[in-house]
Nanobody, 124 residues
Framework: QVQLVESGGGLVQTGGSLRLSCAAS????????MGWFRQAPGKEREFVTA????????SYADSVKGRFTISRDNAKNMMYLQMNSLKPEDTAVYYC?????????????????WGQGTQVTVSS
């Protein structure tokens, strides 16, 4: 199995920036796609962005295009989410996830492993 641990969440003002990290351990060679999802209270888990572990191809939700950037360091088994120009609607618990098969990246049901989440709060 794969273990994922997120870090870097916090409280920022509108327009601010945060950088989230996801450390992967275990059978990391089994990862094909890794992504970030977010979930606000009372809402379903929402796709944010994902990256192919080998090759660096990325996908972004329309709501974060131009503001968020996903990246990875294969040698360190790390994934990052740089979030700029943050808005109050970005407030949520952010989760990193790993998919062994590279199915539809935006569907959380396709991901096999999940971290515990890190809270991001953007104040107005």
């Amino acid at each position: 199995q794969v273990q994922l641990v997120e870090s870097g969440g916090g409280l920022v003002q509108t327009g601010g920036s945060l950088r989230l990290s996801c450390a992967a351990s275990g059978r990391t060679f089994s990862c094909y796609v890794m992504g970030w999802f977010r979930q606000a209270p009372g809402k379903e888990r929402e796709f944010v962005t994902a990256i192919k572990w080998s090759g660096g191809i990325t996908s972004y939700a329309d709501s974060v295009k131009g503001r968020f950037t996903i990246s990875r360091d294969n040698a360190k088994n790390m994934m990052y989410l740089q979030m700029n120009s943050l808005k109050p609607e970005d407030t949520a618990v952010y989760y990193c996830a790993a998919d062994r098969y590279g199915s539809r990246w935006s569907d959380p049901k396709n991901y096999d492993y999940w971290g515990q989440g890190t809270q991001v709060t953007v104040s107005s």
